[in-house]
């Protein structure tokens, strides 16, 4: 599990490798990762926009942004959590994603938080980020 912390917005990935969808003769690797947001905050916050840097096994990257995260923007009261899974395809056994969340508050103010670096590797795999 990777984890980070940002203006007291907790957020937690757990990344694991989807044999069933993926075909390494086809050079496709599938992972799927589930995050959980833990609002630790002593206010509102609502997930307005996501963004992430994407980085195979051979160094090329892609970025990814859009509004909110599968379909949704949560709203998380104080102690609110919220949990989702998502998935990335590669066509190498390894990866690295790392990322961040614009948050609004109640006052309309945005501001970004930490979605932490995790290592997409195949099962028995050496992790390449820690």
Do not use: H
């Not at 390494?24 to 995050?35: C, N, T």
């Not at 051979?58 to 998935?87: I, K």
Request: proline share 8%; glycine share 10%.
């Amino acid at each position: 599990m990777y984890s980070a912390t940002t203006n007291n917005i907790a957020v937690s990935v757990e990344p694991f490798y989807l044999d069933d969808r993926s075909d390494p003769s086809e050079g496709r690797y599938v992972w799927a990762y589930r995050i959980t947001i833990d609002n630790q905050s002593d206010e509102w916050v609502k997930l307005v926009a996501r963004y992430w840097q994407i980085t195979d096994g051979a160094g090329r990257v892609e970025e990814v942004s859009g509004e909110g995260v599968v379909g949704e923007q949560p709203e998380l009261d104080p102690g609110d959590s919220y949990q989702y899974t998502s998935g990335c395809p590669l066509p190498t056994p390894s990866g690295i994603m790392v990322g961040r969340y614009t948050m609004q508050n109640d006052r309309g103010e945005l501001f970004e938080i930490d979605i932490p670096a995790f290592s997409l590797d195949l099962p028995g795999k050496p992790r390449v980020v820690n």
